[in-house]
Protein backbone atom coordinates (compact mmCIF):
# COMPACT_ATOMS: atom_id res chain seq x y z
CA UNK A 1 0.00 0.00 0.00
CA UNK A 2 1.24 3.22 -0.88
CA UNK A 3 0.24 6.49 0.45
CA UNK A 4 0.47 10.05 -1.53
CA UNK A 5 -0.39 13.35 1.12
CA UNK A 6 -0.33 16.47 -1.11
CA UNK A 7 -2.28 19.77 -0.78
CA UNK A 8 -0.12 21.24 1.84
CA UNK A 9 0.80 24.76 1.90
CA UNK A 10 1.00 28.26 2.87
CA UNK A 11 -1.97 29.85 4.48
CA UNK A 12 -2.92 32.89 6.44
CA UNK A 13 -4.80 32.69 9.83
CA UNK A 14 -8.56 31.91 9.04
CA UNK A 15 -7.81 30.41 5.63
CA UNK A 16 -8.58 26.70 4.53
CA UNK A 17 -6.38 23.97 3.03
CA UNK A 18 -7.80 20.84 1.42
CA UNK A 19 -5.42 17.92 1.97
CA UNK A 20 -5.57 14.49 -0.44
CA UNK A 21 -4.14 10.98 0.47
CA UNK A 22 -4.06 8.87 -2.83
CA UNK A 23 -3.67 5.38 -2.28
CA UNK A 24 -2.11 3.22 -4.93
CA UNK A 25 -0.44 0.13 -5.32
CA UNK A 26 -3.52 -1.91 -6.26
CA UNK A 27 -5.37 -1.17 -3.02
CA UNK A 28 -9.30 -1.07 -2.80
CA UNK A 29 -9.20 2.22 -0.32
CA UNK A 30 -13.15 1.20 0.73
CA UNK A 31 -11.29 -1.70 2.78
CA UNK A 32 -9.22 0.24 4.66
CA UNK A 33 -9.82 2.76 7.07
CA UNK A 34 -7.39 5.78 6.84
CA UNK A 35 -6.34 9.24 9.16
CA UNK A 36 -5.71 11.89 9.40
CA UNK A 37 -2.36 12.54 12.22
CA UNK A 38 0.06 15.75 12.39
CA UNK A 39 3.02 16.23 13.80
CA UNK A 40 4.09 19.88 14.65
CA UNK A 41 7.84 20.59 15.86
CA UNK A 42 8.83 19.11 18.97
CA UNK A 43 5.79 17.68 19.65
CA UNK A 44 4.21 14.17 19.33
CA UNK A 45 2.74 12.99 16.59
CA UNK A 46 -1.40 13.28 17.18
CA UNK A 47 -4.40 12.04 15.44
CA UNK A 48 -6.97 14.36 13.71
CA UNK A 49 -9.56 12.67 11.98
CA UNK A 50 -10.04 8.95 10.62
CA UNK A 51 -12.90 7.53 8.33
CA UNK A 52 -13.89 3.96 8.20
CA UNK A 53 -15.94 2.84 5.09
CA UNK A 54 -19.12 1.47 6.31
CA UNK A 55 -19.45 -0.94 3.02
CA UNK A 56 -23.47 0.06 3.81
CA UNK A 57 -22.70 3.54 1.63
CA UNK A 58 -21.81 6.27 4.05
CA UNK A 59 -18.71 6.68 6.24
CA UNK A 60 -17.65 6.33 9.37
CA UNK A 61 -15.65 9.28 10.96
CA UNK A 62 -14.09 10.49 14.09
CA UNK A 63 -12.49 13.57 14.94
CA UNK A 64 -10.54 14.84 17.50
CA UNK A 65 -11.56 17.62 20.02
CA UNK A 66 -9.49 20.28 18.82
CA UNK A 67 -10.93 20.40 15.71
CA UNK A 68 -14.58 21.76 17.13
CA UNK A 69 -16.29 21.56 13.44
CA UNK A 70 -13.18 23.18 11.39
CA UNK A 71 -11.98 20.06 9.32
CA UNK A 72 -14.15 17.17 7.86
CA UNK A 73 -12.67 14.43 6.18
CA UNK A 74 -14.36 12.21 3.39
CA UNK A 75 -13.27 9.72 0.57
CA UNK A 76 -13.95 8.81 -2.46
CA UNK A 77 -13.32 5.61 -3.15
CA UNK A 78 -13.68 5.35 -6.94
CA UNK A 79 -10.54 8.05 -6.84
CA UNK A 80 -9.10 5.79 -3.97
CA UNK A 81 -8.35 9.38 -1.96
CA UNK A 82 -9.58 10.42 1.16
CA UNK A 83 -9.93 14.05 2.00
CA UNK A 84 -9.12 16.08 4.68
CA UNK A 85 -10.59 19.93 4.58
CA UNK A 86 -9.86 22.50 7.07
CA UNK A 87 -11.45 25.26 7.82
CA UNK A 88 -10.21 28.39 9.57
CA UNK A 89 -7.11 27.81 9.93
CA UNK A 90 -4.95 28.95 13.32
CA UNK A 91 -1.77 29.23 13.84
CA UNK A 92 -1.32 26.53 16.31
CA UNK A 93 -2.32 23.90 13.29
CA UNK A 94 0.56 24.32 11.43
CA UNK A 95 2.54 20.85 11.19
CA UNK A 96 3.51 18.01 8.67
CA UNK A 97 -0.04 16.42 7.64
CA UNK A 98 0.44 12.55 7.47
CA UNK A 99 -2.42 9.91 6.11
CA UNK A 100 -2.13 6.50 7.46
CA UNK A 101 -3.92 3.73 6.81
CA UNK A 102 -4.56 0.10 8.38
CA UNK A 103 -6.65 -3.01 6.51
CA UNK A 104 -10.09 -3.31 7.96
CA UNK A 105 -12.67 -1.59 10.06
CA UNK A 106 -12.13 0.43 13.46
CA UNK A 107 -13.91 3.52 14.31
CA UNK A 108 -12.50 3.67 17.79
CA UNK A 109 -8.78 3.33 15.74
CA UNK A 110 -7.38 6.78 16.81
CA UNK A 111 -3.32 5.90 17.86
CA UNK A 112 -0.87 5.77 15.66
CA UNK A 113 0.63 2.79 16.45
CA UNK A 114 -2.50 1.40 14.88
CA UNK A 115 -1.83 1.99 11.35
CA UNK A 116 0.15 0.09 9.23
CA UNK A 117 0.68 2.59 5.87
CA UNK A 118 1.86 6.09 5.71
CA UNK A 119 2.13 8.74 3.75
CA UNK A 120 5.50 10.91 3.58
CA UNK A 121 3.63 13.64 4.95
CA UNK A 122 2.71 17.57 3.80
CA UNK A 123 3.59 20.65 5.45
CA UNK A 124 0.82 23.03 6.31
CA UNK A 125 2.02 26.35 7.53
CA UNK A 126 -0.46 29.23 9.09
CA UNK A 127 0.39 32.79 9.50
CA UNK A 128 -0.94 34.70 11.98
Known amino acids: VQLQACGGGLVQAGGSLRLSCVAS?????????VGWFRQAPGKEREFVAA???????????RYVDFEQGRFTISRDNAKNTVYLQMNSLKAEDTAVYYCAAHLGYNPRASQAHEYHYWGQGTQVTVSS
Open 25 to 33: GGVTLSNYA
Open 51 to 61: TNWSGGGWDDT
